[in-house]
Structures are given as C-alpha cells and as structure tokens.
C-alpha cells in the first residue's frame, strides 16, 4: 500500500490531506481525509471475532514524556473507548516487531540459557 500525501486546494496551514491508496482496490475511490500523521498511534494488541461480532484493541503515542494509551472495545455496532496517559514510559519494537511500552532507561536484552527455566524429566 503506498501513501501519498497531497494538500487539497485551497491551501493553508490547516487543509486536509488525502491517503492515496491505489494498491488497494476497495479504496480506489476513497475520499478518505486526514489531519496530521495518522501513525503516530502505535497498535499494541488487538483480538476480534467475526463471528461473534466483537473486537477489542490497544494502541499507544509516544508524546517523549510518556505515553497516551488507547484502548477500544467494540460489541456490534456499541464502541467504548479511554484514553489515559502513563508518565515515564516509551514505545519500542522488540526483536519481533510488536510494539510495547516500558519504561524510559529500559534497555531490552536477548534471553539467555540462564533466563530459560529447564524442565524436569
């Protein structure tokens, strides 16, 4: 998916710019507007089912004090949301991709054979 973004006409400090997303046929025509940088929310966790028509998610913005957290649940068509900000805390990537927060000073380290609990036979 390729994202270009282009100012609407007239332009201004506070015009709208649109999310090209041609590599996407269900999006073709879109007319799909944004203010800002959309990913500056970070997705955390997610689980849904389709079947049982319900989802809940968790997402994070790392604002260099702390962290604003999202969370949304969502049962049919009733969606409840909160956010709340947690101080002293960043958003990071781990050695497998996934977004998590810890605390600002946190350095992640690679398990060892040590870390690893041995199983009795």
């Known amino acids: 998916m390729t994202k270009s973004k282009t100012k ?3 332009s201004n400090d506070n015009a709208a710019e649109t999310f090209d997303k041609k590599d ?15 990913d500056q929310w970070k997705l955390i966790c997610k689980e849904f089912s389709k079947s049982e028509n319900w989802m809940k998610s968790t997402k994070a913005m790392d604002i260099s004090v ?7 649940t969502q049962q049919g068509a009733n969606v409840a949301e909160a956010v709340t900000f947690v101080p002293n805390v960043k958003l990071i990537e781990d050695e497998y991709g996934a977004n998590r927060i810890v605390r600002h000073g946190y350095t992640p380290r690679k398990l060892t054979s040590k870390d690893v609990k041995k199983s009795d036979k």
């Open 8 to 10: 609407n006409e007239p």
């Open 24 to 38: 996407t046929p269900e999006h073709k025509d879109s007319d799909l507007q944004f203010y800002g940088n959309p």
């Open 66 to 72: 702390g962290c604003l957290v999202q969370v949304t």
